[in-house]
C-alpha cells in the first residue's frame, strides 16, 4: 500500500505547534479593509490557533491526526 500524501494546500497554510495544535491565519484579511480599524488589522496579521472543530479537519489533510 503507498503512503498517503500530505495535501499541498494545506501544509501551506497551516502549521503544527509542539502542542499539536494547528495554527493558521485569520480570515477577513484579503479585502475590505478600509472600514477596519489599523488596530484590528493588526491583530488579524497575527496568527491564530484554529478551533477545535476545524482541527482533525485539518489533522486529516496534513496526515498527522488519526484516520
Do not use: C, Q, W, Y
Amino acid at each position: 500500500m503507498p503512503k498517503m500524501k500530505t495535501h499541498s494546500g494545506a501544509k501551506k497554510r497551516f502549521t503544527k505547534t509542539a502542542t499539536g495544535k494547528v495554527r493558521g491565519r485569520h480570515a477577513f484579511t484579503s479585502h475590505i479593509l478600509e472600514k477596519k480599524s489599523a488596530n484590528h488589522k493588526r491583530h488579524l496579521g497575527k496568527p491564530v490557533i484554529m478551533s477545535a472543530d476545524d482541527s482533525p479537519r485539518i489533522n486529516k489533510l496534513l496526515r498527522t491526526g488519526k484516520k
